[in-house]
């Protein structure tokens, strides 16, 4: 019916950058708000970044101004722009989606995650 598909994770030296990619394939669907979520082993997962309707956005305090949530809607894709990684930005990183499906109503939807890997 609805999938969620993340992509741009891979491996990057400290300090380098990438952008995350999670496009929502459907028919006759529509994005309400889009989070991600990071998660590494042995820790409790993060919000890293939330983007809403009106554009609005939060992001987690470990951000620091690094990163940036944007949407496009008439493709209904969200993106994460990563500038500045770290050691500690390495772990699988989960798209999040609050969707409108015609004639089903709105749902919360989940990505099966990207890796990201900081490291020399």
């Known amino acids: 019916q609805l999938q969620l598909v993340e992509s741009g994770g891979g491996l990057v030296q400290p300090g380098g950058s990438l952008r995350l990619s999670c496009a929502a394939s459907g028919w006759a669907i529509a994005i309400s708000t889009m989070a991600w979520y990071r998660q590494t082993p042995g820790k409790q997962r993060e919000l890293v970044a939330t983007?809403?309707?009106?554009?609005?956005?939060t992001y987690g305090d470990f951000v620091k101004g690094r990163f940036t949530i944007s949407r496009d809607d008439k493709k209904n894709t969200g993106y994460l722009q990563m500038n500045s990684l770290e050691p500690d930005d390495t772990a699988t990183y989960f798209c999040n989606a609050e969707i409108w499906v015609a004639s089903l109503g709105t749902g919360d939807y989940w990505g099966q995650g990207t890796q990201v890997t900081v490291s020399p």
């Open positions: 983007i809403d309707l009106g554009g609005a956005t």
